[in-house]
């Protein structure tokens, strides 16, 4: 009998087969219910032993370990669908690397972070915990960071999907393939999903084509079923352009928190321009100038800066073979290569966004 087909059995006909293959004898209603988790069984008994185990063995021996064999099996599943989907183990120190002053730290500290570690004191106040957010602003301000970093804080798993990701198998499948995903999102627990160019699927559907329309109605399906699901999951979208989604995405209700992600103030600068010194073979670094030449910077323009840095210490090294040590003169040099992103019109626009779209 084909396992597709041992699955649609009738109860009369799980209660017969259980039988037959055990010698147990079960209730009607109670072979129903067994059937499948023997199946799963098989399934998982086989994925552990690399080989195809027989359908009487699965039963014989869920029978004997009925207890514990379905937990087991959730967890395997749920492992296996981790690997696949290529999740992550983040490390608490990344979210130490962003500046307590940096924007906006704090409130995802308060409005995410807490209520999902505090959860005792959540349910006693009402707070209901976030399941959905969406980080905005400007190219390389650190959205993925904070994604990531909120995974270490939790210490949850870290998945992150792409467009391409989606568009594997041509365009129109992108909507089948959105749909797959997060249905094994909503068979996980303790994990961080981050969606990066959310635009992409949740664009607008007043200029969009149909397979456009198709996906951002998917989409919005979707993440109405991962928010009524009681696991602990956080979808995190990010979106460096806000007024390209969809109107429906940015009603209260879609998602618990809309939150601007912005340039970095002094003190942000300076967190992460010691995070990345302490990579480097440094004489002695004036960090306030090194912070001063620095402003306009992203912490994605900071990070290619420290690669510019370190590749010309590399080969100054490599020319003289003497020791170098990168100084703020180092910088000084190699800056005017490496422009800063966030001119005036860029944070101008961002600064209106911010008004108009958050919502915290």
């Given at each position: 009998?084909?396992?597709?087909?041992?699955?649609?059995?009738?109860?009369?006909?799980?209660?017969k087969t259980i039988i037959e293959l055990s010698g147990e004898e079960y209730e009607l209603e109670v072979a129903a219910d067994l059937w499948p988790?023997?199946?799963?069984?098989?399934?998982?008994?086989?994925?552990k032993l690399c080989r195809d185990v027989g359908v009487r063995t699965a039963c014989i021996d869920f029978l004997e370990n009925m207890e514990q064999a379905p937990l087991e099996y959730a967890i395997h599943k749920q492992q296996r669908i981790l690997n696949g989907m290529g999740a992550q183990?983040?490390?608490?120190?990344?979210?130490?690397?962003?500046?307590?002053?940096q924007p906006p730290k704090q409130l995802v500290q308060r409005?995410?972070?807490?209520?999902?570690?505090?959860?005792?004191?959540?349910?006693?106040?009402?707070?209901?915990?976030?399941?959905?957010?969406?980080f905005f602003g400007p190219p390389g301000t650190g959205k993925t960071h904070f994604a990531k970093a909120i995974a270490g804080a939790l210490s949850w798993r870290y998945i992150e999907i792409v467009p391409s990701m989606l568009m594997v198998n041509g365009v129109e499948k992108i909507g089948a393939n959105l749909r797959e995903m997060m249905e094994k999102a909503r068979d996980l627990d303790d994990v961080v999903l981050f969606i990066d160019e959310f635009e992409e699927i949740a664009s607008s559907r007043d200029v969009g084509n149909?397979?456009?329309?198709?996906?951002?109605?998917?989409f919005l399906k979707q993440i109405q079923l991962l928010k009524d699901q009681r696991n602990k999951i956080l979808l995190v979208c990010a979106t460096n352009y806000i007024r390209q989604l969809d109107a429906a995405m940015l009603r209260p209700?879609?998602?618990?928190?809309?939150?601007?992600?912005?340039?970095?103030?002094?003190?942000?600068?300076?967190?992460?321009l010691e995070y990345y010194l302490a990579k480097l073979n440094t004489g002695n670094v004036d960090m306030e100038r090194v912070v001063e030449m620095t402003s306009g910077f992203t912490p994605a323009d900071i990070q290619y800066l420290f690669q510019q840095v370190a590749h010309y210490a590399f080969e100054q090294e490599l020319a003289s073979r003497e020791d170098f040590?990168?100084?703020?003169?180092t910088f000084a040099f190699i800056l005017p290569k490496v422009p800063p992103s966030l001119g005036k019109g860029v944070l101008d626009e961002f600064a209106r966004d911010s008004v108009s779209f958050s919502r915290i």
């Open positions: 009998m084909e396992e597709n087909q041992q699955a649609l059995l009738s109860p009369k006909e799980c209660r988790m023997v199946l799963n069984h098989k399934w998982l008994l086989s994925e183990i983040i490390s608490r120190e990344m979210w130490d690397t962003i500046s307590d002053s409005k995410i972070i807490l209520p999902l570690t505090e959860e005792g004191l959540s349910r006693k106040h009402g707070v209901v915990p976030p399941k959905a957010i969406i149909r397979i456009d329309k198709s996906i951002t109605n998917e209700g879609r998602f618990d928190c809309i939150i601007p992600v912005g340039g970095l103030d002094r003190e942000g600068r300076k967190t992460i040590q990168v100084t703020a003169e």
